[in-house]
């Protein structure tokens, strides 16, 4: 037969408080760690694939209305379709520079000590909060200004943009800490 104690028997009564004793003194030193990391928080944003699936909605939408509009004229002038290929030329190298944005390199947001800041393959860029923060379901938009240039630069987060446990670490993280409209 084998022995065992149980955990309220009095032999075990010192054993369990210093169980206890250690696991508030984990529990402290987890809470301090908590409090050092809301100092620093760190994303990495990749180009979302579902805004360009939109831009590329709306770019062919306006090549079709563009095309619906000079079509009656295609025949009236020899202008017209001279007009129309300088449409298409537009929309298509507006096309070619979303797909470029989108095989860009991604890019990490950091917060650390109160401030912002912005590192792309190039550079490190200081960044501090316009406006208030606009934070959906789906979308996250933060309004940034450069400090030394003032250059404003708008953060659209998409859900597809980082991954699951970063989106939902941002979401939470701004609705502790950020200025949210």
């Not at 606009?134 to 400090?147: A, D, G, T």
Request: aromatic residues 16%; positive net charge.
């Amino acid at each position: 037969m084998s022995e065992t104690t149980p955990e309220c028997a009095p032999n075990n009564a010192q054993k369990s408080s210093s169980h206890n004793i250690l696991a508030q003194f984990t529990y402290l030193q987890s809470a301090d760690s908590l409090e050092a990391l809301q100092d620093r928080f760190s994303i990495k944003i990749t180009p979302s694939r579902y805004l360009w699936r939109f831009e590329l909605f709306i770019f062919f939408g306006f090549l079709f209305c563009y095309t619906l509009a000079l079509l009656p004229f295609f025949l009236t002038a020899f202008y017209w379709p001279c007009l129309w290929l300088l449409g298409v030329f537009v929309v298509v190298r507006l096309m070619y520079c979303a797909r470029r944005n989108l095989s860009e390199r991604p890019v990490n947001l950091i917060y650390r000590q109160d401030s912002w800041c912005l590192l792309t393959a190039q550079a490190e860029i200081r960044l501090a909060p316009v406006n208030a923060i606009v934070l959906w379901s789906w979308i996250i938009i933060m309004p940034f200004e450069e400090v030394s240039t003032n250059k404003k630069y708008l953060m659209t987060v998409l859900s597809d943009s980082v991954g699951p446990d970063e989106w939902r670490r941002l979401k939470v993280w701004l609705r502790l800490r950020g200025r949210i409209n």
